[in-house]
């Protein structure tokens, strides 16, 4: 969808996070409910699109 639409036109944000696993769930919990909320809404606005997609990092821990 992306390369469709040009490279120029997609608003893109990373986040790289330090979670406990009670934390973790909570973004899993909280990301969900925001997206089902928009996903029930109605609207005769414009398309959009939208990815999220949550991995585990696997670069090092540095001390400190």
């Known amino acids: 969808d992306a390369r469709r639409v040009g490279a120029h036109n997609v608003e893109a944000s990373r986040l790289g996070l330090r979670l406990t696993p ?3 769930e909570e973004l899993k919990t909280r990301l969900a409910e ?3 909320d928009f996903a029930s809404r109605s609207s005769n ?3 959009w699109s939208l990815f999220v997609g949550v991995h585990r990092d696997d670069r ?3 001390p400190g």
């Open 22 to 24: 009670a934390e973790y």
């Open 34 to 36: 925001l997206l089902d």
């Open 45 to 47: 606005g414009e398309p």
């Open 60 to 62: 090092p821990i540095e």
